[in-house]
Structure formats: structure tokens, C-alpha cells
């Protein structure tokens, strides 16, 4: 699998070892279209990824449309030679700033992922959303370590696709394509007609779970039904797994099942703010999940529950009077199928 932080790496350690009499070290990346090479600059290390566009360039509109942002830039470059290919045009794309290089190498990583999987899509439309995604995500302001709150909320919702992907062995991943959760739907997870709403609960001494709006257990006609599942959690530094781990084993699963949704996984985890490698001090122990279908029922506070004026409302609801809602876990894990 491609790594351009390892290429990077190593062509530095090997430009160490030389005198920089090179202009700049390429090494190719792929040799199926789009060919890619990447690029150290011998003078400041600063990396380069180099896109080929074929014997014609772009048009100027498309060049300036590409989404920039400082520290980086974008341009369509002609080389008559550029190893075995001659008098071809290349996008390339420079790191400009001194700061953060790992921050770069994703980005690049990223996009050359997208480049790879991505075929049916024109190579403009691939790197125009790839860089307009991570402008937005810089805009936004970048890598955040998540609230502890928010650390849970993510690992519920990892422990239920890490669930499904073991209970779905032979289905294509797509529970990744209704996962809403890090694009600020609703609803947690999307099916057809149905919605699924993850909750964790820290405290052993209480089954109360918090709904965060008035809007959130809303039945409609793309939602004619919402079920909650809830993840009773521990929390030690002893025993249990952590949020990193977790991260991990589902992204390892998805990738053995499909490279289009582990990237798709990969680009929802960078839209949290998420880095993998933060997130190993604190374990998880799932003691049980509890499933309930919040139905017309089911007690809850809706918008025309609301006196006029009052919006945006948190509740809390105490699972213990709501035994009569709670369903078997596999209705969800079969409501949540390919099919389904």
C-alpha cells in the first residue's frame, strides 16, 4: 500500500547521505494512470507530489479554480522529460511551509488515495473535492483532540460498525455509506426508513441517556422508524480497549472488504478532527448494549410538544421506565443489511 510518509522519509535520509547537487529527488509512486511521483526539494525538504496530466494541460479557469490555502501551492508545470515520460504536463502540488510537514503528507496521502480509487470520476473533479475537502477541514481549524464526551459518543458508534462488520462477514461494508454521525445528521446511522441513534452510558448507577434536541427522535416519512442503542461503558486505564485501537480494527476490516469505503471511513474520521495515534491512553470496556425502539410511545419531547418560542431543547430519559420499548440487538444488526 502506498505510504508517502515513508517515501518521504526516505528519500530525506538519502538526500543526507549525498551532496544535494540534485535539483530535486523524485521517486515514482504508481505507473497506472494518473502517474505519480514524489518529490523532495534538496534545499529545505519540503515535499512535492506531481500528478501527470498527459500532453495537454489544463485550461487556465480550472487551474485557478483549484481550492488553495497558505503553505501550499498549486500548479500545471510542462517537463519535457520526466523520467520515460516526455513533453507532458503535471499538476504539481508543493509544500510551501516550514511548519508541519505530517500535516502535509496526509493531505497528499489522501489525495493520492482518492486518485488511485477513484477511476470513474475525471481526475479535475477527484483533486478539486479532495482540496476543497481539507480547505473546509483547515477553515474549521484543523486536527482538535475530541471532549472526553465526544471520545465516547465516537467509540459507541465505532463499537456498533465494529459489531456489524463481525456479524456481516460476506456484505460489502455499506453500513459506512449510513453513517451520518460525523457529518452532523440527525441521526447516527441512516437506513432505508429507519434510523439508529447510539448512546453511551458512563455511569454504573444510572441508566439515563441525553437526547440532544427536539428534532432528534422525530419520526417522518424518511424516518418512520428510530431505534437507540445503548453502550454501557467503563472506563480504566487497565483493562478494556482503547479508542485508538478501536479506530483501528475497524479501519483494518474495511480495508480488506473495500478501498472505496475505507477511504470513505478514513475522509469521516478526518472530518472529526480525529487522529489515531492521540487517542491510546483511555480504555473502554462495553459491559452491555441495550437496544429500544423509540416509537410514537416511546417518551420523548418533540417541537410540537414545545410551548411557541421554545426551541433547541437537551432532555434527559431514564431507560429504567422504558423496559417495554427494549428490543433484541439483532433486529438492528438485520434491519442495518445491504438489503436493507
Not at 496530466?53 to 485550461?59: C, I
Not at 426508513?193 to 441508566?207: A, N
Not at 487522529?275 to 459491559?287: A, S
Request: proline share 3%.
Amino acid at each position: 500500500m502506498l505510504n508517502l510518509k515513508i517515501e518521504f522519509e526516505q528519500m530525506i535520509q538519502e538526500l543526507k547521505s549525498q551532496d544535494d547537487s540534485e535539483v530535486y529527488k523524485l521517486n515514482v509512486l504508481t505507473y497506472e494512470s494518473p502517474v505519480m511521483f514524489a518529490g523532495i526539494d534538496p534545499a529545505n525538504h519540503h515535499r512535492q507530489l506531481y500528478i501527470d496530466l498527459g500532453t495537454e494541460a489544463w485550461d487556465d479557469n480550472q487551474e485557478r479554480a483549484l481550492p488553495k490555502w497558505r503553505g501550499m501551492s498549486v500548479k500545471v508545470e510542462y517537463f519535457e522529460k520526466l523520467f520515460l515520460l516526455k513533453e507532458h504536463y503535471f499538476l504539481v502540488i508543493r509544500q510551501e511551509d516550514e511548519q508541519s510537514p505530517e500535516i502535509f503528507d496526509v493531505v497528499l496521502q489522501n489525495l493520492a488515495e482518492h486518485l488511485a480509487a477513484e477511476k470513474e470520476e475525471t481526475l479535475f473533479s477527484t483533486v478539486y473535492k479532495v482540496l476543497d475537502r481539507w480547505r473546509t477541514f483547515f477553515q474549521r481549524g484543523g486536527f482538535k483532540r475530541l471532549s472526553d464526551e465526544q471520545q465516547r459518543g465516537l467509540f459507541g458508534e465505532l463499537w456498533f460498525i465494529n459489531e456489524w462488520l463481525d456479524k456481516h462477514p460476506g456484505q460489502p461494508p455499506l453500513i459506512i455509506e449510513q453513517w451520518e454521525g460525523p457529518t452532523k445528521g440527525r441521526i447516527d446511522f441512516k437506513g432505508t426508513r429507519c434510523g439508529l441513534e447510539i448512546k453511551t452510558v458512563i455511569d454504573k448507577l444510572s441508566k439515563t441517556i441525553k437526547i440532544s434536541n427536539e428534532n432528534q427522535l422525530k419520526l417522518s416519512e424518511a424516518v418512520s422508524s428510530i431505534y437507540l442503542y445503548v453502550c454501557f461503558l467503563e472506563q480504566s486505564r487497565t483493562h478494556g480497549m482503547s479508542l485508538q485501537e478501536l479506530a483501528g480494527k475497524v479501519r483494518a476490516k474495511l480495508a480488506e472488504r473495500s478501498e472505496r469505503i475505507a477511504l470513505i471511513y478514513s475522509d469521516l474520521m478526518t472530518d472529526l478532527g480525529f487522529r489515531e495515534e492521540e487517542y491510546g491512553d483511555t480504555l473502554f470496556f462495553v459491559e452491555k448494549s441495550e437496544v429500544y425502539e423509540a416509537g410514537e410511545d416511546f417518551p420523548r419531547l418533540l417541537k410540537e410538544h414545545l410551548p411557541k418560542g421554545i426551541s433547541h431543547v437537551s432532555y434527559n430519559i431514564d431507560l429504567t421506565h422504558c423496559s417495554e420499548y427494549e428490543k433484541d440487538p439483532e433486529t438492528i444488526y438485520q434491519m442495518f443489511r445491504v438489503e436493507g
